[in-house]
């Protein structure tokens, strides 16, 4: 982290995001400040005996302790990772015109440890377990409410934190699986209907991402062959990744992929994975990253036409230099 900075040429690190005070404490609150000699971690000491663990002793917070810190140390670039503008226009102008924006944190959560990396097999395995036990159910007649329910149910019964996602599992059916993202609705699901499931499981704070569309009954030959292709094309996709390639090629695969069937790709072939659901790197056109070990991310080639769609993703990790679906 130290190193990052002075690389960054900032004299210190404001840490005010919820999600990398966790990445650098194990607590998602208090408020953290690094420079160049040290680190200072502010919380409420209520929370004081979920930081026994945390690699840096926590000192009681107040209102006023990060602006005199900063003023009394003299920093003149303060790096800050995320601050709403209400608490940017009520800080000390002083202060103000030493901020600047940084992605110091957001940078270094690309790659995960080995415990980053037990904890996303781990929500990996929650998921891929409740996907299989519904795709082995009868979905037919439940409404989009109801399988969504049932879902979420059974990822927190197997030990999901939450759900991954801020509103929920994605559970489009019929006509409503023509849009990449769409609302719960009361939908009945009925016998010919594609339904795209996107869903996951948090485990220790880190999240798992995967996507499947189920074939509800008989469904028409040009349903049928659409779903087929989405997972043809994400299983090779899978098998042109390496470490060390350039993960706009990836895109570049599948989007000439999907081209090439007459339709267009309206979003990312996939996205990072961690303690948010999506982070860096971004598997998409302007991504000028390499894959690099210890690297979670997305893969989701998806195709929707006017009356419906089909997607299909995995969360994938690369561990000593090889490449391992997390999802299967």
């Known amino acids: 982290m130290q190193s990052a900075i002075v690389n960054a040429k900032l004299d210190a690190l404001l840490v005010t995001s919820d999600v990398n005070v966790r990445y650098l404490t194990g607590l998602e609150s208090g408020r953290l400040i690094v420079w160049r000699d040290g680190v200072t971690f502010w919380l409420n000491p209520v929370y004081n005996g979920l930081a026994v663990d945390a690699p840096v002793k926590p000192i009681a917070s107040g209102k006023e302790l990060v602006k005199g810190f900063i003023l009394s140390h003299r920093f003149k670039r303060v790096g800050v990772d995320d601050l709403p503008l209400a608490a940017y226009n009520a800080m000390d102008k002083k202060i103000r015109k030493s901020l600047q924006p940084s992605d110091i944190c957001e940078n270094l959560r690309k790659i995960k440890d080995k415990k980053e990396l037990a904890a996303l097999t781990r929500a990996s395995k929650v998921a891929a377990s409740v996907m299989r036990a519904i795709e082995e159910s009868r979905v037919a007649e439940m409404t989009e409410f109801q399988l969504a329910a049932a879902i979420e149910c059974e990822i927190r019964r197997l030990g999901s934190e939450r759900p991954p996602f801020s509103n929920g599992m994605l559970c489009m059916s019929g006509p409503n699986s023509a849009y990449p993202h769409a609302p719960i609705t009361n939908r009945r699901i009925r016998e010919g209907d594609l339904v795209i499931i996107d869903m996951g499981a948090v485990c ?125």
């Open 204 to 328: 220790d704070g880190y999240h798992s991402d995967m996507t499947r569309t189920l074939m509800v009954g008989d469904v028409p030959k040009e349903k049928f062959n659409l779903v087929g292709f989405v997972d043809w094309l994400k299983e090779e996709a899978i098998l042109r990744v390496e470490q060390g390639g350039k993960i706009s090629e990836i895109h570049k695969y599948i989007d000439d992929e999907i081209k090439k069937k007459g339709y267009a790709f309206p979003h990312l072939s996939g996205h990072g994975v961690g303690l948010d659901i999506h982070e860096r790197p971004s598997v998409g056109p302007d991504e000028k990253d390499v894959f690099q070990n210890g690297m979670v991310f997305t893969i989701e080639p998806g195709i929707y036409t006017t009356k419906y769609g089909a997607r299909s993703e995995d969360t994938l990790a690369i561990i000593k230099g090889k490449v391992k679906v997390l999802t299967r």
